[in-house]
């Protein structure tokens, strides 16, 4: 681990059994407390990242904090993919399973043109379900998910499995337990 990854990783607090008994919930706050945690976290996640890309999307909300310095830092615009019913425009919608429970995600249908090639970002990859909600968002607007970057992986709900099931095969993530 690089000593960059080292001091993200510190910042990063497990709570325990939040916001259900059995989750182990991995908080950010720490580290966006922190005067260098955020910036670290953010030199990590270009550095694996591609830049050969037309936009950034972020998915709400902890993939917003993110995402948007991301799309800053590499000159490209930035995708919200919201909750249902913040976006005001025609949107496409998609449905996932969580863990407990369902979730839909949706997106601008105008966000993207054919064959634009994003960087998906969130800030943590779990079951995988959410990324890949995402994913499919982006292809219904008929562009292309060049690659996925999180800060933090779970690598027990083997995620990046289901990811690679999606045909996802480009996923990089900073720290993993
Ligand atoms: P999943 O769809 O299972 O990959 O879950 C990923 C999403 O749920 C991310 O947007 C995370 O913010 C959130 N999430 C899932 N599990 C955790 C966890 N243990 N700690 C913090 N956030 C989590």
């Known amino acids: 681990m690089s000593a960059t990854t080292e001091r993200v990783k510190a910042l990063i607090r497990n709570i325990p059994d939040f916001p259900k008994?059995?989750?182990q919930f991995k908080d950010i706050?720490?580290?966006?407390g922190s005067p260098r945690g955020l910036y670290d976290a953010l030199v990590a996640m270009l550095e694996v990242s591609p830049d050969n890309i037309?936009?950034?999307?972020?998915?709400?909300?902890?993939g917003f904090?993110?995402?948007a310095p991301m799309a800053v830092m590499l000159h490209v615009g930035l995708v919200p993919i919201r909750k249902p019913?913040?976006?005001?425009g025609p949107t496409f919608e998609q449905g996932?399973?969580?863990?407990?429970?369902s979730s839909t995600l949706s997106m601008h249908q105008d966000a993207l043109q054919p064959g634009q090639r994003?960087?998906?970002?969130?800030?943590?990859?779990?079951?995988?379900?959410?990324l890949i909600a995402a994913a499919k968002l982006i292809e219904r607007a008929g562009a292309v998910v060049s690659h996925t970057t999180v800060l933090i992986e779970l690598t027990d709900l083997n995620g990046r499995q289901a990811m690679a099931d999606a045909g996802l095969n480009s996923v990089s993530s900073i720290v993993t337990y």
């Open 21 to 23: 008994p059995g989750i």
């Open 29 to 32: 706050t720490a580290l966006l």
């Open 54 to 62: 037309d936009a950034v999307a972020g998915i709400e909300s902890r």
């Open 65 to 67: 904090i993110f995402s």
């Open 85 to 88: 019913g913040k976006l005001p």
């Open 96 to 101: 996932f399973d969580l863990e407990y429970g």
């Open 118 to 130: 994003v960087l998906l970002v969130d800030d943590l990859l779990a079951s995988g379900g959410t």
